[in-house]
């Protein structure tokens, strides 16, 4: 027993090394474990707690992974809120869980003291990481997957943080093959009255990347102060008016829009110009407005029947969709129940 224990540390560097090494290999394995818990909803004594774990499983799987082959290949430079970032990530991954087996514990005062405390830390993390850490545009997890698709061999990947600066110059300037002289991308200009018309360096290319992901002020600011506030302030609209209440539902559909408005006001200004990045993320809030849509009490009276009826006729109608179309139709009841909530974004 003790060779065993004094060999865990060897299979666990021995690990890290393989994940590293086959990023694609490990990626297969953890979707194949994401499709088990697809495959067993609902199947096993109805346990829908057994079911949120194995998916809670596999998503940690998947950060766990990610951070080694980031952390291995140093593929960021480290920050100070990256322990925090960590921490709501995980909470994020394992909040319906946390729920799930709350309500089965203690019944829906326990289940609504774990949404109340899961949703008052994520909103106090996120305030801290954008006022304290001066974190732009906060996305959904904190931590994104990573895009393992784009990674090559170790040896040809970024190994150092002098590489990292390298690669965050390639996106705000190139090189001219003749002279080797540094030339700085238009996109990448800053306004007019601010140029100093000075050859481009390497740190002054880096520093150029920095300010183009620099910390939310003014109306980005306030921008992402609702957007961060509007969990917190649906469930007190719960509590208020109640769960089947329209007026929690609008509260925060109209909190959602002024988020967005608030942004797309900022277009014209170069102050506070937007980055590709925080482009992309704002784009995925807009799609995300369509899940309200889901969400009851809208759902209850408008969408159940329609996406019913949907489900059912490319069941009929379809070949092979009655193998996908019939199990969702019979396990969306509880999805929406559990996911579509005005919190989860």
């Not at 707690?49 to 080694?68: G, K, P, W």
């Not at 995300?288 to 209850?300: E, G, Q, V, W």
């Not at 193998?323 to 509880?334: D, M, V």
């Amino acid at each position: 027993m003790s060779s065993v224990l004094l060999s865990l540390p060897e299979i666990f560097a021995a690990y890290k090394n393989w994940v590293s090494q086959n990023p694609q290999v490990v990626s297969d394995c953890e979707t194949s474990a994401k499709w088990i818990s697809y495959f067993i909803a609902g199947k096993i004594n109805n346990s829908h707690v057994f079911t949120e774990l194995v998916y809670c499983l596999s998503n940690l799987l998947v950060f766990f992974n990610d951070r080694i082959i980031t952390n291995l290949r140093q593929l960021e430079v480290p920050g100070s809120g990256d322990t925090l970032k960590s921490w709501l990530t995980v909470v994020e991954y394992c909040e319906v869980l946390f729920e799930l087996s709350a309500q089965k514990i203690w019944g829906n005062v326990g289940k609504w003291l774990v949404i109340i405390g899961v949703q008052v830390f994520k909103c106090l993390s996120r305030l801290i990481l954008v006022y304290n850490y001066k974190e732009s545009i906060i996305q959904t997890p904190p931590i994104p997957l990573l895009e393992r698709g784009k990674l090559g061999k170790p040896n040809t990947n970024i190994s150092s943080i002098r590489d990292v600066a390298l690669a965050q110059m390639d996106s705000v300037a190139f090189t001219l093959k003749g002279s080797g002289r540094v030339i700085r991308r238009v996109e990448a200009s800053p306004p007019v009255h601010t140029r100093t018309w000075k050859p481009l360096q390497m740190q002054e290319a880096c520093d150029n990347e920095q300010t183009l992901e620099q910390a939310l002020a003014g109306r980005q600011l306030i921008a992402e102060t609702i957007y961060i506030v509007k969990p917190v302030a649906h469930l007190t609209s719960m509590v208020c008016f109640g769960s089947n209440s329209w007026k929690p539902w609008i509260v925060s559909l109209l909190l959602d829009l002024t988020s967005l408005q608030l942004y797309a006001s900022c277009k014209g200004t170069k102050i506070n110009s937007l980055t590709p990045k925080q482009k992309l993320q704002l784009s995925k809030r807009r799609v995300m407005l369509l899940m309200y849509l889901l969400r009851s009490p809208f759902y209850d009276k408008y969408s159940k029947d329609k996406v019913h009826a949907l489900l059912m006729s490319l069941s009929r109608n379809v070949p092979f969709a009655r193998l996908i179309c019939k199990p969702l139709a019979q396990y969306l009841p509880f999805w929406q129940s559990n996911y579509f909530y005005m919190w989860s974004t």
